[in-house]
C-alpha cells in the first residue's frame, strides 16, 4: 500500500476519518444518479459505531453532532447510521453500497469518494505529560526528544519526519487501523500507554490528540505540530464524503458548510481539536 493511501486511510480511520450512520436523501439530492427511492426526511450517515472523539453510537462524537446539525439544515428530521468499522472496505460496505449518503469527516484529495468543500484544517499534534520533561518542544527536531520513546502510528507523516532524525529507533509503532469492535482506537491505546509509562509521548492526528488531552485526568501538554521545517506536511484538510454520481447533494453540503461555519467550528472546539486557519494560525473561536 503506497504512503500516500495510508495516510487517507489513517485521516479517515481517526478522522477522519468516523461518525454515525445517517439515512438519506431525497431521489436527485444525494441518490438522485442511481436512480434509488430514499426518505427525505433522514439523514444517512456513514460511520464507525466506536471511533471517539468522532463518532459512536451512542452519539458523543463531535461528528455525530456535525451530522445533527447537517439533518437540521437540509430539513431531515433525523438522522439514521450505517455501522461499520474504520477498516479496509469501510467505503465499499456503506457509502458504495448506497447504505447511507455521507461520510461526516474525510481527508480531502482520496480517490474512493467526492469530496465537499474542506469544513476544518487541522494537524498532526505531539502530547506529554506536564511533569515530563519536555516543556518547550515544538518540533519533532527538538534535541530533547532524542532518546525518547514516541508512540506514533505506522505510515503516518510523522513517521518520515522521526525516521530522518533517528528517532524511530526508540519509537513504539501502532498499528495504522483498528477493528474497533474487538479493541479500543489507536489514539486511546497510546494515551492510556503514556499515561502507564510505556511511552515518554505520542504524536496524533490533532483532533484524537485535542479530545484525549481535555479529558485525562493527568496534566498533558498538546503541542500542535505546525512549525517543522522539513520533511512531511503535518496538515490536512477534511471535507465531508459522498458518491462521485452525488453532484447536486454535495453542493448542498457545501452551501451548509459555507452558512454554517462558525456553528461547526464552535463544535469542533468543545471537543478540543486544533484549528488552523488558512495562515496555519490557530482559530480559538
Not at 41 to 48: F, G, I, Q
Not at 176 to 185: A, E, G, I, K, Q
Not at 202 to 208: D, F, N, Q, R, T
Request: hydrophobic letters at 45%.
Amino acid at each position: 500500500m503506497s504512503r500516500r493511501r495510508k495516510l487517507r486511510l489513517f485521516l479517515f480511520a481517526a478522522a477522519a476519518a468516523a461518525l454515525a450512520p445517517v439515512t438519506a436523501l431525497a431521489q436527485g439530492a444525494g441518490l438522485g444518479a442511481a436512480g434509488e427511492l430514499v426518505d427525505p426526511e433522514v439523514l444517512r450517515v456513514c460511520a464507525d459505531p466506536s471511533n471517539m472523539p468522532f463518532t459512536d453510537e451512542s452519539g458523543e462524537g463531535f461528528e455525530n453532532k456535525l451530522a445533527e446539525l447537517v439533518a437540521e439544515k437540509t430539513g431531515r428530521k433525523s438522522v439514521a447510521y450505517t455501522w461499520f468499522p474504520m477498516v479496509m472496505g469501510f467505503v465499499r460496505n456503506t457509502l458504495r453500497a448506497n447504505r447511507c449518503d455521507i461520510i461526516m469527516g474525510y481527508a480531502q484529495g482520496d480517490e474512493l469518494v467526492q469530496n465537499t468543500n474542506a469544513y476544518y484544517r487541522s494537524t498532526y499534534a505531539l502530547v506529554f505529560k506536564k511533569d515530563s520533561g519536555l516543556a518547550g518542544v515544538e518540533t519533532i527536531e527538538d534535541p530533547k526528544l532524542a532518546g525518547k520513546k514516541i508512540g506514533v502510528v505506522a505510515g503516518t507523516p510523522p513517521t518520515a519526519n522521526m525516521a530522518a532524525i533517528k528517532l524511530m529507533r526508540t519509537a513504539k509503532i501502532y498499528p495504522l487501523m483498528v477493528d474497533t469492535r474487538l479493541m479500543p482506537s489507536v489514539a486511546e491505546i497510546m494515551i492510556k500507554d503514556m499515561l502507564a509509562g510505556a511511552i515518554d509521548a505520542a504524536i496524533v492526528w490533532g483532533p484524537m490528540a485535542g479530545y484525549y488531552a481535555k479529558n485525562s485526568r493527568t496534566d498533558l501538554v498538546l503541542v500542535p505540530l505546525v512549525k517543522e521545517k522539513s520533511g512531511s506536511r503535518m496538515i490536512y484538510r477534511i471535507t465531508m464524503g459522498v458518491r462521485p454520481s452525488d453532484q447536486e447533494w454535495k453542493r448542498t453540503l457545501n452551501k451548509v458548510i459555507r452558512e454554517n461555519q462558525a456553528a461547526i467550528n464552535q463544535i469542533l472546539l468543545d471537543y478540543n481539536v486544533p484549528l488552523l486557519d488558512e495562515h496555519d494560525q490557530p482559530i480559538t473561536q
